[in-house]
């Protein structure tokens, strides 16, 4: 088993930045993925960017790329997401998740339905 917990959700206005840290406990394993999900009301659950802990390989969605930035602690049980130029349509929850398996291919990376363990999410709302 492994546990999953968010900190880091807050307020900021359009152009502001974020830094999310989920904390792992429980099972260690020697490699799995990892990844940001965020689901805003009335949307679907989409994956916002992962990496792979055993290869290092990180995958964002489009929404994403050149703004948000996904990396681990030193102690590996440490997971981020630094949010930077934030956008209104970035308010959602955000959802730390890892699965016991590498990421697979990008699709797979950013699904869902791929992650096993999920936290109890951090809400961003950003204001424009």
């Known amino acids: 088993q492994v546990q999953l917990g968010e900190s880091g959700g807050g307020s900021v206005q359009a152009g502001g930045a974020l830094r999310l840290s989920c904390a792992s406990s429980?099972?260690?394993?020697?490699?799995?993925?990892m990844g940001w999900f965020r689901q805003a009301p009335g949307k679907a659950r989409e994956g916002a960017a992962t990496?792979?802990?055993?290869?290092?390989?990180?995958t964002y969605a489009d929404s994403g790329k050149g703004r948000f930035t996904i990396s681990q602690g030193n102690a590996k049980n440490t997971l981020y997401l630094e949010m930077n130029s934030l956008k209104p349509e970035d308010t959602a929850m955000y959802y730390c998740?890892?699965?016991?398996?590498?990421?697979?291919?990008?699709?797979?990376?950013?699904?869902?339905?791929?992650?096993?363990?999920w936290g109890q999410g951090t809400q961003v709302t950003v204001s424009s």
């Open positions: 998740a890892a699965t016991i398996k590498h990421c697979g291919t990008a699709v797979q990376a950013l699904a869902a339905n791929w992650f096993r363990y």
């Open positions: 990496i792979d802990t055993g290869s290092g390989v990180t």
């Open positions: 429980g099972d260690k394993y020697s490699s799995y993925c």
